[in-house]
């Protein structure tokens, strides 16, 4: 059996079964956005480029929502471990990508993802005590 650090000690006496479910959903949350996100890219690029013939416009559109996807799936992997800058790259992301969604809310599906979005937050902000406690 692997001995703990002290360092390791203080983060499980502290963490409370509540956040750490909070922080599995806000996890879970980022990466269904990723998903729908990369789902997306499949449908845009298939759209634009085969359908529309418009090559040039679909490669950067394209581009621009895969950045987003990884975005959302890089955040959901860091938030595994409990460091404040891990916990600041989730949020602005997640704000971005609201802020992006409510620009085009009138679409089914950025409605759909502004709504997820925002349920990522309702898990997600009540973390900072977790996540900004000194160590």
């Known amino acids: 059996m692997r001995k703990r650090t002290k360092k390791a000690n203080s983060i499980v006496k502290r963490t409370n079964?509540?956040?750490?479910?909070?922080?599995?959903?806000?996890?879970?949350?980022?990466?269904?956005?990723?998903a729908l996100w990369?789902?997306?890219?499949?449908?845009?690029?298939y759209d634009m480029a085969v359908v529309n013939k418009n090559l040039s416009s679909a490669d950067m559109v394209t581009i621009f929502v895969f950045?987003?996807?990884?975005a959302m799936f890089v955040s959901g992997i860091l938030l595994g471990q409990i460091q404040k800058e891990r916990y600041y790259f989730?949020?602005?992301?997640?704000?971005?990508?609201?802020?992006?969604?409510?620009?085009?809310?009138?679409?089914l599906f950025f409605f759909g993802i502004f709504v997820l979005d925002?349920?990522?937050?309702?898990?997600?902000l009540?973390?900072?005590?977790?996540?900004l406690a000194k160590l």
């Open 17 to 34: 079964p509540i956040d750490l479910t909070r922080k599995n959903v806000a996890r879970g949350l980022l990466f269904l956005n990723a």
């Open 38 to 45: 990369l789902g997306y890219v499949v449908y845009i690029y």
């Open 67 to 70: 950045v987003i996807s990884i």
């Open 90 to 107: 989730a949020l602005v992301v997640v704000l971005v990508n609201a802020l992006l969604a409510v620009m085009n809310i009138l679409d």
């Open 118 to 124: 925002l349920f990522t937050l309702f898990f997600l």
């Open 126 to 131: 009540p973390l900072r005590k977790l996540y």
